[in-house]
């Protein structure tokens, strides 16, 4: 049994950020497992068609954090990075505005602002009533019968899954805000107000996908990786992994249920965890040229399989085609165009009704066995990458600075 003072499940962004951390902490008695023959889990890159494509989908450096952008410079220096304006639009009902529409309604025919700005009006939030608790119901009361319709509510089911309502409110704060007094100038005055989606403002490697900034994240910790290593067993109480590794504190990133042996779970987590909900997608490659400056745009025509694409060479410069991002329920693998495809089980952690405190209940009983649960997955939502390097690096100082203290102040979720 070898025996370590922390080991990370999964080499994904999360993962990878916590070990080099550690590593740059002095910390060498650590191991980081992951189930691929590489790493950086949903930002990895492959090379298709001569240029680099994303496989996980479309995966952006946001320029906001200022200390995640320090610690990520250090393996990948700024100069080898692009930084862009982003342009994302919205094709609906056969207009393309930009994104996102409530503060671009202005691009739209005078008809169609009209019916628009009638509808945003009377929605519930501009008459005083009270937030709804289902996510539907949030869509009318923020946005209107006509966003609604047009794009939120079939943009969502094909992203999310035919049932919206099972999903939350809680986590929309991801989500431009515009009110309605925003929409009305935009149309006078003819640009955007209101605040803008992230990535507003974004880098991207200038010769390479963005797997290659995992790629060397990983490289830096040499032996302190083992891959092709999947989780098979985790045994909560002796800490143990696959039967072969022992730690005093396990990191874990990956998703909770792809664990297929867990021991010592009560059955009380065990439905907790069973009641998670996540999405998978298919990235699929198309190498036609497409007739716009956009970087991605998205579908919320029905009709459509896919509900983005991601056009490569308005932020890849010398590649060529798109590829499209699809939620797997909707993908016909023998009806499919594309030259590549590539498929992500673990994509989005939904953010269900409930799911808050279901994952209270988890990461505090899994840390009274000292397993802490980080990133996307191990925190279960919808972080992006930059988000989960921030949550890394917190972590890793706190553990690093935990030597002498006892075990319950490491705790991070039930302090």
């Given at each position: 049994?070898?025996?370590?003072?922390?080991?990370?499940?999964?080499?994904?962004?999360?993962?990878?950020?916590?070990?080099?951390?550690?590593?740059?902490?002095?910390?060498?008695?650590?191991?980081?497992?992951?189930?691929?023959?590489?790493?950086?889990?949903?930002?990895?890159?492959?090379?298709?068609?001569?240029?680099?494509?994303?496989?996980?989908?479309?995966?952006?450096?946001?320029?906001?954090?200022?200390?995640?952008?320090?610690?990520?410079?250090?393996?990948?220096?700024?100069?080898?990075?692009?930084?862009?304006?982003?342009?994302?639009?919205?094709?609906?009902?056969?207009?393309?505005?930009?994104?996102?529409?409530?503060?671009?309604?202005?691009?739209?025919?005078?008809?169609?602002?009209?019916?628009?700005?009638?509808?945003?009006?009377?929605?519930?939030?501009?008459?005083?009533?009270?937030?709804?608790?289902?996510?539907?119901?949030?869509?009318?009361?923020?946005?209107g019968k006509r966003i609604?319709?047009?794009?939120?509510?079939?943009?969502?089911?094909?992203?999310?899954?035919?049932?919206?309502?099972?999903?939350?409110?809680?986590w929309l704060h991801k989500?431009?805000?515009?009110?309605?007094?925003?929409?009305?100038?935009?149309?006078?005055?003819?640009?955007?107000?209101?605040?803008?989606?992230?990535?507003?403002?974004?880098?991207?490697?200038?010769?390479?996908?963005?797997?290659?900034?995992?790629?060397?994240?990983?490289?830096?910790?040499?032996?302190?990786?083992?891959?092709?290593?999947?989780?098979?067993?985790?045994?909560?109480?002796?800490?143990?992994?696959?039967?072969?590794?022992?730690?005093?504190?396990?990191?874990?990133?990956?998703?909770?249920?792809?664990?297929?042996?867990?021991?010592?779970?009560?059955?009380?987590?065990?439905?907790?965890?069973?009641?998670?909900?996540?999405?998978?997608?298919?990235?699929?490659?198309?190498?036609?040229?497409?007739?716009?400056?956009?970087?991605?745009?998205?579908?919320?025509?029905?009709?459509?399989?896919?509900?983005?694409?991601?056009?490569?060479?308005?932020?890849?410069?010398?590649?060529?085609?798109?590829?499209?991002?699809?939620?797997?329920?909707?993908?016909?693998?023998?009806?499919?165009?594309?030259?590549?495809?590539?498929?992500?089980?673990?994509?989005?952690?939904?953010?269900?009704?409930?799911?808050?405190?279901?994952?209270?209940?988890?990461?505090?009983?899994?840390?009274?066995?000292r397993v802490i649960g980080?990133?996307?997955?191990?925190?279960?939502?919808?972080?992006?990458?930059?988000?989960?390097?921030?949550?890394?690096?917190?972590?890793?100082?706190?553990?690093?600075?935990?030597?002498?203290?006892?075990?319950?102040?490491?705790?991070?979720?039930?302090?």
């Amino acid at each position: 049994m070898e025996e370590y003072k922390y080991i990370i499940l999964g080499g994904g962004p999360s993962g990878l950020t916590l070990a080099n951390r550690l590593l740059q902490r002095s910390e060498k008695c650590f191991l980081l497992l992951e189930k691929e023959a590489e790493a950086g889990g949903l930002c990895r890159s492959k090379n298709v068609d001569g240029s680099p494509l994303d496989i996980g989908g479309g995966h952006f450096l946001d320029v906001r954090r200022s200390d995640v952008l320090k610690f990520l410079f250090s393996f990948f220096p700024e100069e080898n990075w692009d930084r862009y304006e982003r342009d994302s639009r919205i094709e609906v009902n056969r207009y393309v505005v930009n994104s996102p529409l409530e503060a671009n309604i202005w691009q739209l025919p005078l008809t169609e602002q009209v019916d628009y700005l009638k509808a945003i009006a009377v929605a519930g939030c501009n008459l005083g009533q009270e937030m709804p608790e289902k996510f539907v119901d949030w869509i009318y009361w923020k946005l209107g019968k006509r966003i609604a319709e047009d794009y939120m509510i079939p943009y969502n089911q094909k992203m999310f899954g035919e049932d919206l309502n099972t999903l939350g409110t809680y986590w929309l704060h991801k989500l431009p805000d515009v009110s309605f007094e925003e929409t009305l100038l935009s149309c006078l005055e003819h640009k955007a107000y209101g605040t803008q989606p992230g990535h507003a403002q974004f880098y991207y490697p200038k010769k390479y996908g963005f797997g290659e900034l995992w790629s060397r994240m990983a490289k830096a910790l040499g032996g302190h990786i083992h891959y092709n290593e999947p989780v098979i067993s985790l045994d909560y109480d002796l800490r143990t992994v696959n039967g072969k590794y022992k730690a005093d504190t396990i990191i874990n990133t990956i998703p909770w249920m792809s664990i297929k042996e867990p021991i010592g779970v009560p059955d009380e987590i065990r439905s907790e965890i069973a009641s998670l909900r996540f999405s998978s997608v298919v990235i699929e490659y198309h190498s036609e040229m497409l007739k716009t400056k956009a970087q991605w745009i998205y579908y919320p025509d029905l009709e459509i399989p896919y509900h983005r694409v991601l056009v490569r060479y308005n932020f890849c410069p010398g590649s060529k085609g798109y590829w499209t991002e699809t939620n797997r329920v909707r993908f016909d693998e023998e009806q499919h165009t594309g030259k590549e495809y590539f498929i992500n089980d673990y994509a989005y952690p939904l953010n269900t009704i409930g799911k808050q405190k279901t994952m209270e209940k988890i990461l505090c009983w899994a840390e009274e066995k000292r397993v802490i649960g980080l990133g996307r997955w191990g925190e279960w939502q919808h972080y992006n990458s930059d988000e989960v390097v921030e949550r890394a690096l917190a972590l890793a100082d706190r553990l690093w600075g935990s030597d002498n203290l006892p075990p319950e102040h490491i705790r991070l979720t039930c302090v």
